[in-house]
């Protein structure tokens, strides 16, 4: 569930820290979705919530907080020159005080502006649990997973509707003895390449990852590559092959074309990455630094990026979220609107977002 | 340890006083059940606002009973008691008797996500209604889980009495204990036993939670299965001495 904002000022759409940024409340089910048009069958789930709290079906509305984290790369973001490199902002924090919404704030913001978003809504999931690991066909020592790279690609496809057609690739692609595309031809015809055949969806994306750094760096376009739990792509993966020998995440085919899409050579847009210790692999519960998450590789390999620390709730924010959740009736309990249980709920979740979302949900 | 661990701090010495009094009376019973605490230990308070008010604002007694405790003995309070304005007696009874293996941490997260599952079914069900409907919908999980396991008690029930050989269902009435906990025992055990495979325990709770509030389902069922049982065997009502 997503956490709305106090009404003390009126509702003024400037992005003041504490206003409300209030999302289109009929047709866009996912955040990533910035137009307000009538949305698609399909809804890419932007972050990683399960469909039972989704916050759409309870509130009817999907409402984020603006807290200064978000703010800060907003301005930073305003203010990209997009001759220099790309700038990679890291967004680090304990669990659970919402680094992924901030990511989800600044791609809205960045769809707003018509930027091309890139997003992985969670890196982790593509070093474990793997069901088909197939061996690339690009490159022999490299792995494939079709499964992982087609539902990236139908998100890809649902938020990024209106450029693919505008894109044209720069280089003739061969699948295979019958197929292939032609230089010039959108990048759609790529992407429903990579729907339809599923054995040749991680070369689709990879093609797609290629082909929007070079489109970047001539100009055409602004480029947001956006990646939740940036730390699976350095680390250790749960992923084997048959014959039970452990697979290196630069073997996997995703992995490997991610982690160029993350280095700063390219220019024309920028990269905000979260670090994640939710669902990260061998990393223990307390790590949240980024040279505890990254490990001395991913941090080698990131350096240079700006940090931006998002914290626990400090009281006004806290104050918000409360006043939010009491207006939309969601507090049910009778002591919960009182001032024992605002102190209580303030105690037993120390203003930890993530905390008191879960209190408040069976209270 | 304790007597009986019971939701109230109070009543905890009732029983262990009512029971003490049956043992000085009838010789022959002895305690097989009883407390390592003598009579001189104070039951532990959880009002936090009886220790904050201030020296002035205290009566007579008050203080005669802060001076009192100071030099006095108190029990150690139970891992289960709290001073926290959301603890529920109801709720509390309920977790522990979903508990398998004592693990609590368990029962409460199941207990926490099963009123989550019912706030958010009647979150959709009010946005989905017309206004005349959403002004019916009840949306607080505490009243739907109190409601519905008001709605479960049975208002009398069976007891086997041995008579001439033969064990009788002799209809009884219940104690109103006796009655929290069948609903209660009922509603977790058809949870537990009739759900399709791989459903989570939260998921049908809920479920049932919400036929139960509206009167309806396998556990309002049992409930009048054991009223008819009871009506059936009205004739060996005499059977009953107390």
């Not at chain 1, 997973?145 to 998100?155: C, G, H, I, N």
Request: glycine share 6%; net charge positive.
């Amino acid at each position: 569930m997503l956490k709305g904002v106090r009404k003390l000022i009126p509702r003024v759409h400037k992005l003041d820290p504490g206003c409300l940024l209030r999302m289109s409340t009929q047709a866009p089910r996912s955040i990533t979705t910035h137009s307000d048009d009538q949305l698609p069958v399909q809804r890419p789930r932007a972050i990683c919530r399960t469909p039972e709290s989704d916050p759409v079906k309870t509130f009817g509305e999907a409402c984020l907080m603006v807290r200064k984290p978000a703010l800060e790369l907003l301005q930073y973001l305003k203010n990209t020159n997009f001759t220099h490199p790309a700038v990679r902002y890291l967004l680090y924090g304990e669990k659970g005080t919402g680094k992924t919404l901030s990511l989800c704030h600044v791609i809205h913001f960045c769809a707003k502006h018509n930027w091309l978003t890139l997003h992985v809504p969670d890196a982790h999931l593509w070093v474990k649990n793997c069901r088909e690991l197939l061996r690339s066909t690009y490159n022999k020592q490299r792995l494939d997973q079709p499964l992982e790279a087609s539902t990236w690609l139908r998100r890809f496809k649902t938020t990024n509707e209106h450029f693919l057609s505008q894109i044209k690739v720069e280089e003739k692609y061969i699948w295979n003895k019958r197929e292939s595309t032609e230089k010039g031809s959108p990048l759609g015809e790529v992407v429903e390449q990579g729907l339809m055949r599923v054995r040749n969806a991680t070369d689709a994306v990879g093609i797609v990852l290629k082909e929007l750094k070079r489109q970047s760096c001539l100009g055409r376009l602004q480029l947001l590559v956006a990646v939740d739990g940036v730390n699976a792509l350095w680390g250790r993966t749960t992923l084997q092959r048959e014959d039970k020998s452990p697979v290196a995440p630069e073997e996997l085919a995703l992995v490997h074309n991610l982690r160029k899409m993350v280095d700063n050579d390219w220019h024309g847009g920028a990269i905000v990455l979260t670090l994640s210790q939710t669902g990260s692999l061998f990393k223990p519960q307390t790590a949240y630094l980024p040279h505890e998450l990254l490990g001395k590789e991913g941090f080698d390999a990131l350096d240079p990026f700006v940090p931006i620390l998002v914290s626990n709730y400090n009281p006004k924010e806290f104050e918000s979220s409360f006043q939010y959740y009491l207006e939309n009736n969601w507090l049910q309990h009778e002591k919960a609107p009182t001032e024992e249980g605002k102190k209580e709920l303030l105690f037993l979740s120390n203003s930890n977002p993530g905390q008191l979302e879960r209190l408040c949900a069976y209270l | 340890m304790a007597a009986r661990t019971v939701w109230a701090a109070g009543r905890c010495s009732e029983q262990a006083g009512a029971v003490n009094r049956a043992v000085r009376r009838l010789p022959g019973l002895t305690q097989v059940r009883w407390s390592r605490y003598g009579p001189e230990f104070r039951d532990p308070l959880t009002d936090k606002g009886h220790c904050r008010k201030p020296a002035a604002e205290l009566t007579e007694e008050e203080k005669y009973d802060q001076d009192l405790g100071k030099t006095q003995l108190i029990k150690a309070a139970p891992a289960a008691q709290t001073c926290s304005a959301f603890a529920d007696p109801v709720i509390s009874k309920s977790t522990n008797m979903m508990m398998k293996g004592g693990s609590k941490v368990l029962a409460r997260s199941l207990m926490a996500q099963t009123l989550e599952a019912v706030e958010r079914k009647q979150f959709e069900k009010y946005h989905a209604a017309s206004a005349e409907e959403q002004a019916t919908i009840e949306r607080n999980p505490y009243t739907i889980f109190h409601q519905a396991l008001k709605n479960c008690e049975p208002v009398i029930g069976l007891v086997p009495i041995l008579k001439g050989g033969h064990f009788y269902q002799v209809p009884v009435p219940l104690s109103d204990r006796r009655r929290r906990f069948l609903a209660m025992k009922w509603m977790i055990k058809d949870c537990r036993e009739n759900k399709p495979r791989r459903t989570l325990m939260p998921e049908k709770l809920s479920y049932e939670l919400l036929e139960a509030f509206a009167n309806k389902g396998p556990v309002i069922k049992r409930k009048h299965d054991m009223h008819k049982m009871a009506e059936a065997n009205r004739a060996l009502a005499h059977y009953r001495w107390w």
